[in-house]
Structure formats: C-alpha cells, structure tokens
C-alpha cells in the first residue's frame, strides 16, 4: 500500500501525456559524403569464409573495392551466360 502512495506521489508531479512533445528524429550522415571519397581512402569489411563461422576482416582501398565488384559481376554473369553441359 505504501509503494501504491510513493507511486502516485511521483506521478502526481508529471506532466500530462498531451503536454509532452515527441522527441524529434535524429538523421544521421554518412562518414563521409560520396562526392569526397578518394579511390586511395583504405576501407575495411567483414567478410565470411567459407568453413569457418568466424569472419575475415579484409581491408582494400576503394578503388580495389570497385575493382573486386566488377570482377565478381563478370564472374557471376559469365555462369549465369553458360549452357549446362548434358551427359
């Protein structure tokens, strides 16, 4: 009974829930802003290895970054282009 009135006591003193204003929205930026990143800035990803549950950090610089993405993409795109071979 004593919590119920220590209770009431504390919310006697709040404000209403009409007079309370919503928090505003944070936006957050990128680190840096597209227009200013250099092909030499060094960048470092987490990648997974294939047989092992722990990642692989992997550091390249943006420009071997968009490199790496090319080559994947002709990769992927050569098997995707290729007939299957029928025995």
Excluded: N
Aim: hydrophobic share 45%.
């Amino acid at each position: 009974m004593l919590a119920l009135l220590f209770v009431v006591a504390h919310l006697a003193g709040q404000p209403a829930a009409e007079d309370v204003e919503a928090p505003a929205l944070r936006t957050t930026t990128a680190p840096k802003a597209p227009d200013r990143i250099r092909k030499d800035d060094l960048v470092c990803r987490k990648e997974a290895l294939v047989g092992t549950r722990m990642p692989v950090r992997v550091c390249l610089t943006q420009g071997e970054w968009a490199e790496r993405g090319v080559a994947d993409r002709d990769k992927v795109e050569k098997a995707q282009s290729q007939k299957p071979a029928y025995f």
